[in-house]
T-cell receptor
Framework: NAGVTQTPKFQVLKTGQSMTLQCAQDMNHEYMSWYRQDPGMGLRLIHYSVGAGITDQGEVPNGYNVSRSTTEDFPLRLLSAAPSQTSVYFC?????????????FGPGTRLTVL | GQQLNQSPQSMFIQEGEDVSMNCTSSSIFNTWLWYKQDPGEGPVLLIALYKAGELTSNGRLTAQFGITRKDSFLNISASIPSDVGIYFCAGQGSARQLTFGSGTQLTVLP
């Protein structure tokens, strides 16, 4: 199993550009989520999904869209990038939303918005 | 939203020393989790705690779920160089979403 994979590893955007961060898992996990990590701060939840076709907002959803058309994939879209979105983005998955199921994190995407 | 205060922010210790870090919350949590993040990687789960008062060990790591359900601590005994990294606490309440602390950066000096 590859676990949770994220692409790209690094990305530089100009303000106003759009892009999609890819996340895939091959563990047949129902629950997937996106976090951002900023210096000196913990991970903050952006969006999450409890299954294909179901998504919901987390703590910091503004400026981001998600969709979950398959169990395996959970892409994160930045519609119009802003410098405030410069961050490291982590995708995670677990068997369910219950804390009894360990969340597995991907290696992260380091995004810089100029 | 829920707030987690994690301390200390950073620690410099000698190899072989014991380490202690803790998290406190303004809200009650049903689950406390401790993660470690190596440079350039995502967090990896170290210990999960599910009951107030619970004390759980994982090798040289020991963590406790506070009686009030508003705090947790992590101890690392006899530190080694590979313990270097950022340690995060995380709590899960009734909303089922994880709230993360700001992390403790651990440096182990030879």
């Amino acid at each position: 199993n590859a676990g949770v994979t994220q692409t790209p590893k690094f990305q530089v955007l100009k303000t106003g550009q759009s892009m999609t961060l890819q996340c895939a898992q091959d563990m047949n996990h129902e629950y997937m989520s996106w976090y951002r990590q900023d210096p000196g701060m913990g991970l903050r939840l952006i969006h999450y999904s409890v299954g294909a076709g179901i998504t919901d907002q987390g703590e910091v959803p503004n400026g981001y869209n998600v969709s979950r058309s398959t169990t395996e994939d959970f892409p994160l879209r930045l519609l119009s990038a802003a410098p405030s979105q410069t961050s490291v983005y982590f995708c995670a998955s677990s068997y369910s939303a219950s804390s009894y199921n360990e969340q597995f994190f991907g290696p992260g995407t380091r995004l810089t918005v100029l | 939203g829920q707030q987690l205060n994690q301390s200390p922010q950073s620690m410099f210790i000698q190899e072989g020393e014991d380490v202690s870090m803790n998290c406190t919350s303004s809200s009650i949590f049903n689950t406390w989790l401790w993660y470690k993040q190596d440079p350039g990687e995502g967090p990896v789960l170290l210990i999960a705690l599910y009951k107030a008062g619970e004390l759980t060990s994982n090798g040289r790591l020991t963590a406790q779920f506070g009686i009030t359900r508003k705090d947790s601590f992590l101890n690392i005994s006899a530190s080694i160089p590979s313990d270097v990294g950022i340690y995060f606490c995380a709590g899960q309440g009734s909303a089922r979403q994880l709230t993360f602390g700001s992390g403790t950066q651990l440096t182990v000096l030879p």
